[in-house]
């Protein structure tokens, strides 16, 4: 069969090269792709925003299934698009992506269905937003209700922080349309894990745990960024937990989801935080998560096509996912100055002597080809991956890998799966 990956990134690289693994894949094509999925696949230039153009595309080349990485098309609708043209796609509808792209759409279904008791108020003017805020004082949660690139909460420790986030969404302009109204929620204190699962909107199969870093340095340091590292499982998350997320916040949602008329079908990503008083769902997001799909995929036994092909045609209920036992670790290489401002077109070195060490994938991200040369293209630029029977076992070999590796100002955090080592004690 001919598979079509919609998306560029380190997720679209791990989601190729599971794909690829897949005896029933012929072809593998990505639209944009990146250097990395070149070396395993055909990279074609059409815009992960083009609908039209991506299904001509798929027209015209008879693709068999379409998967879509980021949440952009999936929320402009790409998978309307497809199926009025009798085209195959893994992803959700854009009506099911409003669990992503509308904080206050998911908050509102949490609270009718009792998924969640979280107090929250959404507003679409300031002042009253700015009163709420004053009312309930600090620290609280002000987040803007569509997508804004990660950039949209704001978790303020002063009710000055949140009055500031309120003007930045709402009386600037920061984030367009997705912050004229804004959600404020209570603050909540505790560790930060995702649990994925496919679902075909009734069966929910889910994936293993994975905990990611969103801070550019470490000890959880400066600037936001799409994410420094992950790790998989984690140890916080015992099995009680697990089943808590699974059976109690997850397996709702989506059963809330089949009642509202908008089935759910494709990956459901649960950013979930673990308090004192148990886990609470953070944010839902409709795709798999980046990098957590670099951790995610490289334990999975199981065929990941036989998954999505079984979760688009409504019948998970045939799959049992079998996963790895194996610890997985990834390492963001990005370029110096990230999330601000930095350079591109640097040569990159050493990528054969890191993918040549024993249990590594080196996934691209923001890479290029000069020749036959690798060169730099964003500021995420590699997911340095690797697993091992222990957390201490593939956070060596992973940084060992990445050690192997140099561009001009290349900067990685040193701190990646130490807690998950911590914890595991070994
Ligand atoms: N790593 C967070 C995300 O994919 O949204």
Redesign the pocket.
């Known amino acids: 069969m001919k598979v079509l990956i919609v998306g560029s990134g380190g997720r679209e690289h791990a989601l190729s090269w599971k794909i690829v693994q897949s005896p029933a894949v012929q072809t593998l094509y990505a639209a944009p792709g990146n250097a990395g999925i070149s070396q395993i696949g055909q990279c074609v230039d059409v815009d992960v925003e083009d609908l039209e153009g991506l299904a001509d595309f798929a027209q015209q080349q008879q693709i068999d299934l379409t998967v879509v990485g980021p949440e952009a098309p999936l929320v402009a609708g790409i998978t309307d698009t497809f199926v009025q043209r009798g085209l195959r796609i893994y992803g959700a509808t854009p009506a099911a992506a409003r669990l992503e792209a509308s904080k206050s759409f998911t908050s509102e279904l949490l609270r009718k269905y009792g998924i969640s008791d979280l107090r929250f108020a959404i507003f679409d003017e300031p002042g009253p937003a700015k009163a709420w805020v004053r009312r309930e004082g600090a620290p609280i949660v002000v987040k803007a209700d569509g997508l804004a690139a ?1 950039k949209g909460v704001k978790v303020a420790a002063t009710i000055e922080e949140a009055e500031a986030h309120i003007d930045r969404c709402m009386v600037e302009g920061a984030f367009g349309a997705s912050g004229k109204k804004v959600i404020i929620e209570e603050c909540l204190v505790g560790q930060e894990c995702s649990i994925k699962v496919f679902t075909d909107g009734e069966t929910v199969v889910p994936m293993v745990p994975s905990q ?1 870093y969103k801070r550019i340095g470490d000890g959880d340091t400066g600037d936001n960024t ?2 420094m590292g992950c790790y998989s499982p984690v140890p916080a998350v015992d099995p009680e937990t697990f089943d808590y997320i699974l059976n109690r916040i997850i397996k709702p949602t989506v059963q809330a989801m089949a009642e509202e008329g908008t089935p759910y079908v494709g990956t459901l ?1 649960a950013g979930c935080i673990l308090t004192d008083e148990g886990p609470q769902l953070l944010e839902y ?1 409709c795709r798999f ?4 799909t670099q951790v995610v995929l490289p334990r999975l036994e199981t065929d990941l096509v036989e998954i999505l092909q079984a979760t688009v045609e409504g019948r998970l209920n045939e799959i049992e996912a079998q996963w790895r036992d194996e610890r997985c670790v990834c390492v963001v290489v990005a370029s110096g100055g990230y999330p601000g401002h930095y350079d591109k077109g640097k040569l990159i070195s050493g990528l054969a002597e890191a993918e040549a060490k024993d249990e590594v994938v080196v996934f691209h991200a923001g890479t290029a080809r000069r020749d036959d040369d690798f060169i730099t293209n964003g500021g995420r630029v590699l997911g340095v991956t690797a697993l091992g029977s222990s957390f201490r076992a593939a956070r060596d070999r992973a940084y060992n890998a990445v050690r192997l590796i140099d561009f001009e100002k290349m900067y990685y955090r040193t701190d990646i799966a130490l807690r998950a080592v911590e914890a595991e004690g070994t």
């Not at 998560?289 to 957590?292: W, Y």
């Open positions: 990660g990611d799409g994410g990503y997001n998560g980046d990098p957590e």
